[in-house]
């Protein structure tokens, strides 16, 4: 059985910073690509990041490029989601979603999901 769970997210003044972990396991981790994926309340949700499942490649939404890094640490089983310059634009429940395919990249097919950590970005 697969599973994923986040952590990390809190209460953060603007152009504060902060690190989301997310661990995925019953599959082989480094098999699969994986993404980060946030919504805030009445909005649709929207994929913040991708990274394939070797970390070579990488996606990021226009809205957080050049202030969050997607990275992945194979051998922990781990994803991150380093966050830096943050705004009250920010502020959403953070998912991590977990590729349905071995060895794909991104955009991913998205399979498993986590329940989520919140993050909240004060003015």
């Known amino acids: 059985q697969v599973q994923v769970v986040e952590s990390g997210g809190g209460l953060v003044q603007a152009g504060g910073s902060l690190r989301l972990s997310c661990t995925a396991s019953?599959?082989?981790?480094?098999?699969?690509?994986m993404g980060w994926f946030r919504q805030a309340p009445g909005k649709e949700r929207e994929e913040v990041s991708c990274i394939n499942w070797s970390g070579g490649s990488t996606y990021y939404a226009d809205s957080v490029k050049g202030r969050f890094t997607i990275s992945r640490a194979n051998a922990k089983n781990t994803l991150y989601l380093q966050m830096n310059s943050l705004k009250p634009e920010d502020t959403a429940m953070y998912y991590c979603?977990?590729?349905?395919?071995?060895?794909?990249?991104?955009?991913?097919?998205?399979?498993?999901w986590g329940q989520g950590t919140q993050v909240t970005v004060s003015s």
């Open positions: 979603a977990v590729d349905l395919r071995r060895g794909g990249g991104c955009p991913g097919w998205w399979r498993y």
């Open positions: 019953g599959l082989t981790f480094a098999d699969y690509a």
